[in-house]
């Protein structure tokens, strides 16, 4: 299932730690695959396990256990808005509230045409930068009105057709 390439990226991530504990490597490699395949499957956790010498259970405990690792396809665009107290005091639900509306899904869902995924998270760690949020993974998006919200559905749409 995992291509040379991606069990190379495997490799160069067990070789900064020491040969006994290469399993220290699992959330690392969990973030290649989910790079590589939009998501972690059973099998990908699999995988993981036999290149690191670990149990299977022992990596699906390090999936579910981070939010950060998505557990089922989702769009191509994840949006998780921060709903933790700093962003809601500074309009966090407004901002998921509102992305609900533009995209005519609720949190938790994807869009139809497979492009976005709404979800609510846990603290950024971007507080005084609220409401934020943060695009796949990788993207902090900082003091999130309705319009800048819009803009940015707007860009990464157009990123998309462009493409």
Known sequence: MMSDATKARFDREVAKY?????QSAVMACLA??????GWVSPESERVVAEHLGM????????TTFY????????????LN???????????GAQALAHLEGA????????TADGLFTLQPSECQG???????????????C???????????IADLKHAEGAQ
């Not at 939010?67 to 994840?78: D, R």
């Not at 971007?126 to 902090?140: E, F, G, K, T």
């Open 18 to 22: 020491p040969a006994d504990q290469k």
């Open 32 to 37: 290649i695959v989910q790079q590589e395949l």
């Open 55 to 62: 149990a299977p259970i022992a990596v699906h405990e390090v």
């Open 67 to 78: 939010n950060m690792y998505n557990q089922q396809p989702l769009g191509k665009y994840k």
């Open 81 to 91: 808005v921060c709903t933790n107290l700093p962003c809601q005091l500074r309009g």
């Open 103 to 110: 995209l005519g899904i609720h949190a938790g869902q994807t």
């Open 126 to 140: 971007a507080c005084a930068d609220a409401p934020v949020l943060l695009v796949n993974d990788r993207h902090m």
């Open 142 to 152: 900082s003091f999130m009105s309705s319009e800048k919200l819009d803009q940015l």
